[in-house]
């Protein structure tokens, strides 16, 4: 009977028609009949759509050819909407579309209000399914009330289902959920079963809501039934955790959009099905914004062809990837991958295996993070060119010394042998059975030994220097009895110090032996009482003291060994070079009332470079005008040997 044109067919019948249709509107009485007389209403030509619909659905079709009409209380949103094919046929049949949505007005003001449960009826088992269900199981009669016929009711809202409270099934819906509790109502009145159930919150006797999800059946046109079935779950807390899911994945999902790093996610398959704002950037995938607010039904990206670009952008480093894909496949992780691109740019890349949900589920695919790494490759990269400049260079300065080593040892080994025969043949000169000599003669023989043998020193000490630092010298150690060896160095330089009138003390305390090199050790004690008895006025004294211990470490085995004097003393501006080679003090050529022999500058040196070969220490405690105080720690046994 429906026609698509302006022209209504047989205008007579459907005059009458609509007439019958207004008087038993007129005398509907519930929400079924409203229904079933929008069903009858659509069958009329030049009606294409007619239905009780929420008012916030959205509007399809020519707006000047719908009819929107309010049915039922504002706040429960619903009207009745009428679509007609052309203006005649609005004109003709709107009148009828007024009383239908009168009549379905009325029906809902009508009353629902709580009932007693029915008596049982059919077998007792069915009746105990009924009332023990896990669901609240809600029986609506259109035009009568409602009753609660499952226990679930009372146990999940506190309302006792025996005894109901005289109130209207929605006055316990939430405000905001009504529009949808109601159109759900109307549906079913309509003869249909919807397909998707609804969260509804619900009130319950202590006031607060629960949400319960709510599926209907429709029986309204069963005979022996008559009514709409409601069934409810309560997912309060199931909606809750889903929410609170929801939330975190929010939060997960902007934190990996905000990161500088780039994230892809690959299937099992290879296929990539995530990737953050900074790996389509990082990629040069041509996509800024990967946000659904920003593009809620994007393209689909070809990422194939995104990596395969990718690689060939790799040049000479392609050849990395076979890697990742061997990684790939075997589910093995690769972490710190560096891919070097034709630009200039360097990314990182790592490729870890994850582990998806559930016991034994070994495949959740595989994430790869991406890092742009260009600048710290860079920095890296330079520092290893300084790095092997300064090894070019300290290996140049390695064979520089090495060249001055053998050059000062070559010199000197060439020097001692003339100078040990002027010092021989000087000695035989000076002998009576060589002949008399004139006093001034004499006096020039004095001085050729004099000068010859400091020249013999000194080459000595550039010999043995030139063989520490080359790590030539071999130690010989051997165990010794510390207070002889310095007995022995004390006694020898006793006659030169009662020469100048100086007080020469040696106070040694008992204790262990000492395993060292006993020439070299003698050659630093000698060195160091030297020094002090040089530079020591007449009047003065010079005390060389000995304890088992170590000066700079107080529980450690060894000896302390300290020579005093009560000397020149040393400018403060001058000890920090004190051990440099050929160094002198300012003030070597202050008086100590007799002429003393300028030194070479490296019995210091030599003494610290032989101390330190054995493992042991030097320091110097000097103030100028008072005195100076040198104190050696030597460990029992040597660190380690010469060499």
């Known amino acids: 009977m429906r026609g698509e044109t302006d022209r209504l067919v047989d205008t007579g019948l459907i005059e009458g028609a609509v007439v019958d249709l ?135 809202l506190g309302y006792d289902r025996h005894r109901p409270p005289d109130f209207r099934l929605l006055d316990i819906v939430h405000p905001d959920d009504r529009p949808a509790a109601v159109a759900l109502f109307l549906a079913c009145c309509a003869g249909r079963h919807p397909d998707a159930a609804q969260d509804l919150r619900v009130c319950t006797v202590n006031g607060r809501f629960r949400t319960i999800e709510v599926g209907a059946r429709s029986f309204v046109d069963d005979p022996e039934v008559g009514a709409v079935v409601f069934f409810g779950y309560d997912v309060t807390a199931q909606r809750e955790t889903e ?237 010794t009895r510390l207070p002889e060896l310095l007995g022995v160095a004390v006694a020898e330089r006793l006659p030169a110090a009662r020469a100048s009138g100086i007080e020469l003390l040696l106070d040694c305390q008992d204790g262990p032996d000492i395993v060292c090199d006993d020439t070299r050790v003698h050659q630093v004690v000698d060195n160091l009482v030297s020094n002090a008895v040089k530079f020591t006025p007449s009047g003065g004294r010079v005390t060389v003291k000995a304890w088992p211990g170590l000066e700079d470490h107080a529980d450690g085995e060894g000896w302390s060994v300290s020579v005093a004097d009560s000397g020149v003393g040393i400018p403060a501006a001058d000890l920090p070079r004190l051990f440099s080679a050929f160094f002198r003090g300012s003030n070597v050529t202050a008086a100590v009332g007799r002429q003393v022999m300028p030194g070479t500058g490296l019995g210091l040196v030599v003494s610290r470079a032989i101390v330190e070969l054995h493992g042991g220490s030097i320091s110097v405690a000097s103030t100028e005008g008072v005195g100076t105080t040198v104190t050696l720690s030597l460990p029992t046994r040597p660190a380690r040997n010469g060499g």
């Open 243 to 479: 929410r609170t899911a929801r939330i975190e994945q929010q939060r997960l999902a902007r934190v990996v959009e905000t990161m500088d790093d780039g994230l892809l996610m690959l299937d099992d398959e290879g296929r990539v099905c995530l990737a953050n704002r900074a790996a389509h950037r990082l990629l040069d995938t041509g996509v800024l914004d990967v946000s659904p607010e920003h593009d809620p039904d994007p393209e689909p990206l070809d990422w194939v062809e995104v990596i395969q670009r990718t690689i060939a952008r790799l040049g000479t480093e392609a050849y990395r990837v076979d890697r990742l894909r061997s990684g790939f496949r075997a589910r093995r992780a690769v972490v710190g991958e560096e891919l070097g691109f034709e630009d200039g740019r360097v990314l990182e890349l790592d490729l870890v295996p994850v582990t998806g949900p559930g016991a034994g589920r070994a495949d959740g695919g595989t994430l790869i993070h991406l890092r742009d790494v260009t600048a710290r490759v860079a920095v890296r990269r330079g520092l290893e060119e300084r790095s092997r400049g300064l090894e070019e260079r300290n290996q140049a300065l390695v064979e520089a010394s090495a060249m001055n080593n053998e050059f000062v040892a070559s010199v000197s080994h060439e020097l001692r042998g003339p100078l040990s025969s002027v010092v021989a043949f000087s000695h035989l000169l000076g002998d009576s059975t060589s002949g008399d000599l004139s006093e001034d003669q004499r006096t020039y023989l004095s001085v050729i030994d004099r000068n010859a043998n400091r020249l013999l020193r000194l080459i000595e000490d550039l010999l043995l220097l030139s063989r520490l630092e080359a790590r030539t010298l071999q130690l010989k150690p051997i165990p």
């Open 22 to 156: 207004v008087v038993r509107a007129a005398r509907a009485a519930t929400v079924v009949d409203a229904q079933r007389l929008v069903a009858e209403y659509r069958g009329f030509s030049g009606v294409r759509a007619a239905a009780i619909v929420p008012a916030l659905a959205p509007v399809v079709g020519d707006l000047d050819l719908v009819e929107r009409l309010p049915v039922g209380p504002a706040q429960w949103g619903q009207e009745l909407r009428v679509e007609f094919s052309a203006a005649p046929a609005r004109a003709e049949l709107r009148t009828a579309a007024a009383e239908i949505a009168a009549a379905a007005d009325r029906a809902m003001a009508q009353p629902c209000r709580a009932m007693a449960p029915p008596p049982m009826h059919g077998s007792r088992l069915a009746w105990a399914i009924t009332t023990g269900a896990r669901a609240m199981i809600l029986v609506v009669e259109p035009g009568r009330g409602w009753s609660a016929v499952s226990d679930a009711f009372t146990a999940v």
